[in-house]
């Protein structure tokens, strides 16, 4: 093992003890506030987040929109990470831009960055995917992208849950149904909705909502971003550790 990669290994356990921790007080009380504030918004706002997750799940599970990128191969994890860095960073500029505008446009042009700005952060998802030397022509590689999100924008309750499918892949991998309309896209839209109401609705309030998405989605694909990485880094070294005993 180089230096570098006891060095990820030692960033990846204070990862993997965030992942896992319990829920805290604060945790709960903000999930008991999310909840209160999700009853008054408008059914029309809901709506619209619902069907635009609906439909980019469902691309992601049986669409070809994403499969661009082949495998990587030949790749250290020194250059793999380098890569995938320059790519979040990318992705960063891009969709803080794009919440610039569509924050300045007021409401209808809002509404549209939800949808917008979730196919960034799935396309983000299948590049590292790819950087990382994973195949997403498996859907079983794209149920694995839909768990990174999941941890990435889900409550402490429900990151658990999803931790330890992604931390156990070869064996989960092994039990998923060949039938791939079972995967609960329901409960993924629900988590994530929940997650980025409270933040993305300032984006609506007119003089501030361009701030606002700017800063918020540049926060948001970082945060995807990292989980990602650490994610594909724990299964790399997992899967060339058995190589290297085998």
Do not use: C
């Amino acid at each position: 093992m180089t230096s570098y990669e006891i060095a990820v290994r030692d960033e990846l356990i204070r990862w993997q003890e965030a992942m896992q921790k319990p829920p805290s007080a604060v945790g709960r009380l903000s999930t008991a506030v999310q909840r209160r504030i999700n009853r008054i918004i408008p059914d029309r706002i809901h709506q619209a987040i619902t069907v635009a997750i609906k439909q980019m799940t469902r691309a992601v599970l049986f669409g070809a929109e994403f499969l661009t990128r082949q495998p990587a191969t030949g790749m250290t994890l020194t250059e793999r990470d380098a890569a995938v860095a320059r790519r979040i960073n990318f992705y960063r500029k891009t969709s803080a831009a794009e919440g610039g505008v569509t924050g300045a446009g007021g409401i209808l042009l809002s509404f549209a960055d939800f949808p917008l700005l979730l196919s960034l952060k799935m396309k983000l998802l299948f590049e590292i995917a790819a950087l990382y030397g994973y195949s997403v022509s498996d859907y079983r590689e794209r149920v694995f992208i839909l768990y990174v999100f999941q941890l990435a924008f889900s409550s402490q309750e429900r990151r658990q849950s999803v931790y330890r499918n992604v931390a156990d892949w070869a064996e989960h991998s092994r039990q998923l149904p060949n039938d791939i309309n079972q995967f609960d896209w329901l409960t993924f839209q629900q988590e994530y909705r929940d997650y980025i109401d409270l933040a993305k609705l300032a984006q609506l309030i007119p003089g501030i909502g361009a701030a606002v998405g700017i800063v918020v989605n540049y926060r948001l694909v970082n945060q995807l971003g990292r989980t990602a990485m650490n994610a594909y880094r724990m299964r790399w070294l997992a899967e060339n550790e058995m190589k290297q005993v085998s």
